[in-house]
């Protein structure tokens, strides 16, 4: 699945890598870039390979059917850049465009990686827990079958309220969010 974005009013395509992250061909950021030819880029990413990590690009290949030229499948080399391998492309480009695209880059990169988003999340599991008990506590008007139930309810309610709390103890910086 492509996301479609907008940079300085033109509609933007990512290329879908399969792992979520936001990733440009090189022909998509060379238009970003103010460049006229995808020649450009790759020039740019040349000069300065050294300074792209393996996360920031890669070379995938296309397969795109020929049949309708009379021939088999063609296969395509392109190179993609992650969204920090974008940034850093404007970081090293000298088009009058290349700060703005730096901004809307570091933009893209916060909203990318939530980490507040989860701990919301995790403080939406807590509440629904405690919900739960209070709920079990109050759910019948006799004694007897209230206490029952409570009884029933409480070893769910302590292994729910144990894994939301170890949940939120996991540190995100070890999983990939702390880049």
Not at 23 to 44: D, P
Not at 92 to 98: F, H, K, P, S, Y
Not at 105 to 130: G, K, S, W
Not at 138 to 161: H, I, M
Request: proline fraction near 2%; include cysteine; charge should be positive.
């Amino acid at each position: 699945m492509q996301t479609a974005l907008t940079f300085k009013n033109h509609a933007v395509s990512t290329y879908d890598r399969g792992d979520g992250s936001l990733w440009f061909t090189a022909k998509q950021s060379s238009k970003m870039l103010g460049y006229a030819h995808v020649k450009s880029v790759t020039n740019l990413y040349n000069a300065n390979s050294n300074e792209f990590s393996p996360s920031m690009t890669e070379v995938i290949v296309t397969v795109t059917s020929g049949k309708s030229k009379g021939c088999g499948n063609l296969r395509t080399k392109t190179r993609i850049f992650s969204l920090r391998g974008l940034h850093l492309l404007g970081m090293l480009a000298e088009t009058e465009v290349a700060k703005e695209l730096r901004r809307w880059a570091l933009d893209l990169m916060e909203n990318e990686y939530h980490p507040n988003d989860v701990r919301h999340t995790i403080q939406q599991m807590q509440n629904i827990v405690a919900s739960a008990r209070k709920v079990s506590g109050e759910d019948s008007s006799d004694a007897g079958r209230r206490l029952r139930k409570r009884q029933d309810d409480l070893p769910a309610l302590e292994k729910a309220q144990k894994l939301v709390t170890e949940i939120g103890q996991i540190s995100f910086e070890l999983i990939g969010w702390g880049k």
